[in-house]
């Protein structure tokens, strides 16, 4: 099955954004066509009475042009419940202010201010989330400390973390094209009961564009936008198109973007290597097949090329050509369905992450070129029910199962001539299956007191022949030999959690909660044989690892008025086993790095507040502290993120839509390091640098199917660099992005 699956991905490549689209209209018309067939006697353009109902809060969200007065507040406040339960992969039952964890949502006119490229940019100003990138077209986020593998990225409810996924900062997020995003929500802190193993930072589900299915027909909607940077000379475009009518919802989308080397603040001038481009395309397609019932199809492909690492130009070139990413699902889900359960939403998936890497040391006579093909094969099936005295079952169960390809090649750097075959970065065989089954149980006990209790097992199992540096002795230090090892384990958890939400008075909530989380360890941890940060050193298999654990504990105080709305967090975490990369020694020509497990604690505080002043401006602003330190050698944890926050004053114009936004965002000096910190080269040896960016939005209507937003970023010009990132932050940038509906 995966070479058939490998041809679908592999056709559509640079010719998808055509294929896409003709494919999209062909089969709108088909769908179209079918839908006045299959109903005898039915007008072409249905009444709103005469359509089959879908969950009331659906969020449309589909067209970027907002036709009635824009409210001074946003839509996302702490009273906003995002998805319905299940839409989108939505697992949580609660509205914001009651959720016992700290969950906020971007929603669509929040990502159109701010007009992002890449989802770096579209994440980077959320409170308590630092966005740090290996190189350009990387975006890795940090929840709480966490990142990487340990952090869960979802696209529609479905996993993008599989068992290939790295220890540090990744690529893997900057994958999505921020033009097919509808909102994004964000959980903070332990989520393992609802998602599984890697929930232990936290979760970031990215909810892509709806068809507006269930509303009212309509007539085509097509929107065109662009955007270009100065700072890097970018260029950024993306069409929708979207039709529904009837039973039948279509959106469907194309983007490229063309970005240049990052002309960085103050005197440093433009950094090499920060190039490169990227396309991509979706369709989704949904289809009203019963009362209350949907059956969604969805394909998204994206594609970036001729990726730097940043971080080691020039004296090495590490070119990530390309950075793939193709999933397609299927999901039926309904609502209101019968006395044994309300919701339901069951998906089978295929997720393809393609990552092939061009690395060359200019002093050597050759090069490398290795690829990592991760194929992804995923089902879950979610239900929901209403129960008596305001009480609710979430219950369901998840599988995912990870099939990996892998090769590294040597080759003449003069004649391009094959040398030899090399030790891949993860080995050919391995796979990996984790499933799980959770229940959580909700209940409103009186009219101030709500609690929330949940429970999952989990079973993960990875299988691989990684090559291990041994000899006779076992020292893997004196005279090691290449030696292929089977491993085969798995590790089984139960993990639970625990909330209450006391409502104070009528505006003021106070929450709680206790969670375990469970990481079980992955391919790259247990069998990588991977190039590190530096350019001596790599990392050798780790095959005796313990899953990773963790207790938490929350609280928060969240306060909603008509002019006012803040909510404080303060949370800490416990992490038994944490899987940290550590030195293990030499090869005689490399530094080698293993993992080892150790024991760690995590604590932080939140803070998110916005204040209106009068009917125009609104004054908001949050804050952020993490502290995390190793308990068995008694140092910070690498890549701790540094303390840092927004203040900004805005103003709507309560009549139209129009706004401008002014704020400043401040990060403190990071200088608590670790001793992998200080041997990383993209971290000073006496730390980051502190900073703050000021920066102006401005955002109108020019007509009815016009929109522009320009921003002046970084006005100052002031350098700086995101702690832990291998490329600088921009400096002064003009950026404007113009959408016309046609």
């Known amino acids: 099955m995966r070479p058939l699956l490998h041809t679908i991905t592999d056709t559509l490549g640079k010719s998808l954004t055509l294929a896409v689209i003709t494919l999209c209209i062909l089969l709108m018309q088909v769908a179209f066509l079918s839908a006045q067939d299959t109903q005898d006697d039915e007008p072409v353009t249905p009444s709103p009475s005469d359509i089959p109902t879908l969950p009331e809060t659906t969020v449309q969200g ?60 579209a994440i980077e100003r959320e409170a308590g989330v630092l966005m740090q990138r290996t190189q350009r077209g990387a975006a890795s986020p940090f929840i709480r400390g966490l990142t990487g593998q340990q952090v869960v990225i979802l696209v529609d409810g479905i996993r993008m973390n599989n068992t290939t996924f790295r220890l540090g900062p990744n690529q893997y997020f900057n994958t999505i094209d921020p033009g097919m995003v509808d909102h994004i929500e964000v959980i903070r802190g332990p989520q393992t009961v609802l998602y599984g193993s890697d929930a232990m930072g936290g979760v970031i589900n990215v909810i892509t564009r709806q068809t507006g299915l269930g509303s009212t027909p309509n007539g085509p909607i097509k929107t065109w936008t662009n955007r270009y940077s100065s700072a890097d000379n970018a260029f950024y475009t993306r069409m929708n198109y979207q039709y529904h009518n009837g039973k039948t919802g279509i959106f469907l989308g194309s983007g490229y973007a063309n970005l240049n080397n990052l002309d960085r603040g103050g005197d440093l001038g433009r950094q090499p290597a920060t190039s490169y481009s990227q396309y991509s395309g979706d369709v989704r ?11 969604t199809f969805s394909l998204q492909h994206f594609v970036q090329e001729d990726l730097f690492r940043s971080d080691r130009f020039p004296s090495r070139r590490t070119i990530f050509d390309p950075q793939q990413r193709s999933m397609m699902y299927l999901r039926m889900q309904g609502h209101d369905m019968n006395n044994f359960f309300d919701q339901y939403s069951l998906t089978f ?42 009480s609710h079952l979430t219950y369901g169960v998840d599988m995912y199962n990870d099939v990996v390809d892998s090769f590294k090649n040597r080759f003449d750097t003069t004649t391009g001539s094959f040398l030899s075959a090399r030790i891949p970065t993860y080995p050919d065989d391995g796979w990996s299956r984790q499933t799980g089954a959770f229940v959580q149980y909700d209940k409103q006990l009186n009219d101030h007191l709500g609690v929330t209790a949940g429970t999952r097992f989990t079973r993960s199992h990875v299988q691989a022949t990684p090559i291990l540096k041994v000899d006779d002795d076992g020292d893997p230090l004196t005279d090691p030999v290449d030696t292929p090892v089977h491993i085969s384990p798995s590790f089984d958890n139960w993990s639970a959690s625990g909330g209450l939400a006391y409502q104070l008075n009528a505006d003021l909530m106070l929450v709680g909660s206790i969670s375990e989380g469970f990481r ?13 940060v530096q350019q001596a050193a790599a990392d050798t298999p780790s095959i005796d690892l313990l899953p990773e654990t963790s207790l938490s504990y929350e609280v928060a105080l969240r306060k909603e008025t008509d002019d006012l709305r803040w909510q404080a967090t303060t949370f800490w975490m416990d992490i038994d086993n944490m899987i940290l990369r550590t030195p293990a020694g030499s090869d005689g020509t490399s530094i080698l790095f293993s993992r080892s497990n150790r024991d760690s604690k995590i604590n932080g505080f939140e803070f998110y507040a916005e204040k209106r002043v009068d009917d125009n401006w609104t004054l908001y602003g949050n804050f952020s502290y993490i502290r995390g330190q190793d308990q068995v050698l008694n140092e910070p944890l690498s890549r701790i993120p540094p303390t840092q926050g927004i203040l900004g004053l805005r103003w709507r114009n309560s009549e139209k839509y129009e706004y401008l936004d002014f704020y400043a965002w401040m990060v403190r000096r990071q200088d608590r390091l670790n001793f992998q910190d200080i041997s990383d080269n993209r971290i000073p040896n006496d730390g980051t640098p502190g900073y703050a960016t000021f920066n102006i939005r401005y955002g109108t209507m020019l007509s009815d199917t016009q929109r522009i937003t320009v921003e002046l970023e970084n006005i100052l010009d002031q350098a700086y660099r995101v702690h832990g990132s291998g490329v600088d932050g921009a400096g002064f940038s003009a950026n404007i992005q113009y959408s016309f509906e046609f």
């Open 62 to 121: 589909v067209i970027p042009f907002p036709h009635d007065p824009l409210r001074i507040w946003l839509d996302n406040g702490l009273d906003a419940q995002g998805d319905p339960l299940f839409s989108n992969g939505q697992r949580f039952n609660q509205s914001i202010l009651r959720s016992p964890t700290h969950r906020s949502i971007i929603d669509l006119r929040e990502l159109l201010e701010r007009s992002p490229v890449d989802m770096y940019q």
């Open 285 to 295: 397609i949904d289809r009203i097949i019963a009362d209350n019932q949907t059956l």
């Open 349 to 390: 998936s295929y997720h393809r992450q393609r990552e092939q890497v061009k690395d060359r040391l200019l002093s050597q006579s050759f090069f490398e070129e290795s690829e990592t093909d991760n194929n992804t094969f995923g089902f879950s099936l979610l239900l929901g029910t209403d129960l008596a005295d305001q």
């Open 520 to 532: 079980a360890p992955n391919l790259d941890d247990l069998a990588s044989n991977n190039d590190n």
